[in-house]
């Protein structure tokens, strides 16, 4: 009987401990990937396809971004449903961390807005460098305007500039004024498709293969400047978010080698984005 009943013992044992190895998976199978909530900007004029696969390549660490605009992204953020958002709107991202749901806020890099017109240009601003004059005579042309309507950062830009103007763009607008709730680059083909006006990023502007009869026709305002920052989302507040390989890309991001790889990105000789990681006040 005592060997039967340490046969059936053993056998238990051997089961159960079978069983823990099937429902605890191997260290090795860790996924190491993070999701990065980021702006269409930094996807579309084709940054993340150069600097990402140097950090995966530095880290093991994949990255999956989910480009949308500023306002979206947040709110992903919000939601725990990304580890690390990084985005170009300072009062924004502020908010963010004020609420909780970020850990910190680390400037990246800078580059500019730009408003892209029809060569024919029937609002005749071309040349200018004051965005606010430019904007009231595409207003008094009721030249058509694209705007993202997509509370990104770039839509969140366009609508301080209208108010700077002294345009209050929600009552003035009419037909000429067309809100999409899309991208950069949608906006930027809506714009072509429709001999509009739009405020873009030079970045995306620069990489974007549909240009038509579209270009550059106001520049150089110092309003026009477009800062991008990275947070971590709060692991306090959303316990699934992966704290140490988000930190890890942050940390790359602002360190030498990121800022470089940063810098290092051009299309036809020209630089897209220029890192300030170490400006405080960015």
């Given at each position: 009987?005592?060997?039967?009943?340490?046969?059936?013992?053993?056998?238990?044992?051997?089961?159960?401990?079978?069983?823990?190895?099937?429902?605890?998976?191997?260290?090795?199978?860790?996924?190491?990937?993070?999701?990065?909530?980021?702006?269409?900007?930094?996807?579309?004029?084709?940054?993340?396809?150069?600097?990402?696969p140097i950090?995966?390549?530095?880290?093991?660490?994949?990255?999956?971004?989910?480009?949308?605009?500023?306002?979206?992204?947040?709110?992903?953020?919000?939601?725990?449903?990304?580890?690390?958002?990084?985005?170009?709107?300072?009062?924004?991202?502020?908010?963010?961390?004020?609420?909780?749901?970020?850990?910190?806020?680390?400037?990246?890099?800078?580059?500019?807005?730009?408003?892209?017109?029809?060569?024919?240009?029937?609002?005749?601003?071309?040349?200018?460098?004051?965005?606010g004059a430019?904007?009231?005579?595409?207003?008094?042309?009721?030249?058509?305007?694209?705007?993202?309507?997509?509370?990104?950062?770039?839509?969140?830009?366009?609508?301080?500039?209208?108010?700077?103007?002294?345009?209050?763009?929600?009552?003035?607008?009419?037909?000429?004024?067309?809100?999409?709730?899309?991208?950069?680059?949608?906006?930027?083909?809506?714009?072509?498709?429709?001999?509009?006006?739009?405020?873009?990023?030079?970045?995306?502007?620069?990489?974007?293969?549909?240009?038509?009869?579209?270009?550059?026709?106001?520049?150089?305002?110092?309003?026009?400047?477009?800062?991008?920052?990275?947070?971590?989302?709060?692991p306090q507040?959303?316990?699934?978010?992966?704290?140490?390989?988000?930190?890890?890309?942050?940390?790359?991001?602002?360190?030498?080698?990121?800022?470089?790889?940063?810098?290092?990105?051009?299309?036809?000789?020209?630089?897209?984005?220029?890192?300030?990681?170490?400006?405080?006040?960015?």
């Open positions: 009987m005592n060997t039967r009943r340490t046969f059936i013992a053993a056998a238990l044992g051997s089961l159960a401990l079978g069983a823990l190895l099937l429902a605890t998976p191997p260290a090795i199978a860790q996924d190491k990937s993070i999701v990065v909530a980021s702006t269409t900007s930094t996807q579309d004029s084709g940054l993340f396809g150069h600097i990402l950090f995966t390549k530095k880290t093991g660490i994949a990255v999956k971004v989910v480009a949308q605009g500023t306002g979206q992204a947040l709110d992903t953020g919000r939601r725990g449903d990304a580890d690390v958002v990084f985005v170009h709107a300072k009062a924004q991202e502020e908010k963010f961390l004020a609420e909780g749901h970020g850990v910190k806020r680390f400037p990246v890099m800078y580059n500019d807005f730009v408003i892209i017109g029809p060569k024919a240009d029937p609002a005749k601003i071309k040349g200018g460098k004051d965005v430019a904007l009231k005579k595409i207003k008094d042309a009721k030249a058509t305007f694209i705007s993202r309507g997509d509370r990104s950062g770039t839509h969140s830009a366009e609508l301080k500039l209208w108010k700077a103007a002294g345009i209050d763009i929600e009552k003035d607008k009419g037909d000429w004024y067309k809100s999409i709730g899309q991208g950069m680059g949608a906006a930027l083909n809506t714009a072509q498709g429709s001999n509009g006006y739009v405020m873009s990023d030079r970045a995306t502007w620069i990489n974007f293969k549909n240009k038509g009869d579209l270009e550059i026709v106001v520049e150089g305002d110092s309003r026009l400047f477009n800062q991008y920052g990275v947070m971590l989302v709060n507040k959303h316990p699934n978010v992966k704290k140490a390989e988000g930190q890890a890309f942050i940390d790359w991001l602002v360190s030498a080698e990121g800022q470089k790889a940063i810098a290092d990105y051009k299309i036809n000789g020209q630089q897209l984005f220029f890192p300030n990681a170490n400006d405080g006040n960015a």
